[in-house]
C-alpha cells in the first residue's frame, strides 16, 4: 500500500513569519501530482497547491510554496507572511492504486499565533 | 466553481439502522469518492466511482456499500450503522485525464453519530 507520511501533526507559527510543513509519500508512479489541501475548522476541505512530478520547478501560489525533491520523495508546503486564516489542517496526498486514487497523510494542525 | 454538496451536515443514527448519505457534484465530474475521516488518520478511502453504476474499493470497504445511478450522484450507504463508524464522512469528485490524478473537490463533510 502507498502510504504518506506527516511528522508533524502539530506546529504553531508566529503571525507574519514562515513557516514549513513535511511531507514524504510513497509511490511507484513515475509521472504524477502531489497536492496539498487545507480544511480550516468546520469548513471545507479546498486545495492549497499542486505539484507535477515531470516539472523541476516548484510550484508557487501567492504565499504558499513547495520544496519537492523527486529522489528522496518529500513534498513540503512552506507558508509565507502566515496570517490568522491559514490556521487549518492541512493534508497532504500522492497518487495510489489507480491513476484516479490519492492516499492522503494523517494531517498538520496548523495554529497562527497573533 | 465546482460545487460537491452532501445531503446532511450532522447525523444521529441508532445501531442497526441503514444510512444513507447522497453526494452530488455538478460539474460533470467522472470521478467521485466516499472518505471517512478519523482524527490522526488523515482520509481513508471506502469507495469510489469512475462512471455511472461502476464502482471500486477503497481501503476501507468493510461495512458500507455505494449506489452510482446517475452522474452527478454517489450515495454511500451503511446497511447496518455500528457505532464504530461514527466518524466524519467526505465526499468528493474529479475529472479524468488521461493517467493522472486530478484534483479532488470536496463536499462539507457529514459527521455522523452511531449510538
Known amino acids: 500500500a502507498q502510504t504518506v507520511t506527516q511528522s508533524q501533526p502539530e506546529m504553531s507559527v508566529q503571525e507574519a513569519e514562515t513557516v514549513t510543513l513535511s511531507c514524504t509519500y510513497d509511490?511507484?508512479?513515475?509521472?504524477?501530482?502531489l497536492f496539498w489541501y487545507k480544511q480550516p475548522p468546520s469548513r471545507q476541505m479546498i486545495l492549497v497547491i499542486r505539484q507535477e512530478a515531470y516539472k523541476q520547478q516548484n510550484a508557487t501560489e501567492n504565499r504558499f510554496s513547495v520544496n519537492f525533491q523527486k529522489a528522496a520523495k518529500s513534498f513540503s508546503l512552506k507558508i509565507s507572511d502566515s496570517q490568522l486564516g491559514d490556521a487549518a489542517m492541512y493534508f497532504c496526498a500522492s497518487p495510489s492504486g489507480s491513476a484516479r486514487q490519492l492516499t492522503f497523510g494523517s494531517g498538520t494542525q496548523l495554529t497562527v499565533l497573533p | 466553481d465546482v460545487k460537491v454538496t452532501q445531503s446532511s451536515r450532522y447525523l444521529v443514527k441508532r445501531t442497526g439502522e441503514k444510512v444513507f448519505l447522497e453526494c452530488v457534484q455538478d460539474?460533470?465530474?467522472?470521478?467521485m469518492f466516499w472518505y471517512r475521516q478519523d482524527p490522526g488518520l488523515g482520509l481513508r478511502l471506502i469507495y469510489f466511482s469512475y462512471d455511472v453504476k461502476m464502482k471500486e474499493k477503497g481501503d476501507i470497504p468493510e461495512g458500507y456499500s455505494v449506489s452510482r445511478e446517475k452522474k452527478e450522484r454517489f450515495s454511500l450507504i451503511l446497511e447496518s450503522a455500528s457505532t464504530n463508524q461514527t466518524s466524519m464522512y467526505l465526499c468528493?469528485?474529479?475529472?479524468?485525464?488521461?493517467?493522472?490524478?486530478?484534483?479532488?473537490?470536496f463536499g462539507p463533510g457529514t459527521r455522523l453519530l452511531v449510538l
Open positions: 509511490t511507484s508512479e513515475s509521472d504524477y501530482y
Open positions: 468528493a469528485s474529479s475529472r479524468s485525464s488521461g493517467g493522472y490524478q486530478e484534483t479532488q473537490y
Open positions: 460539474m460533470d465530474h467522472e470521478n
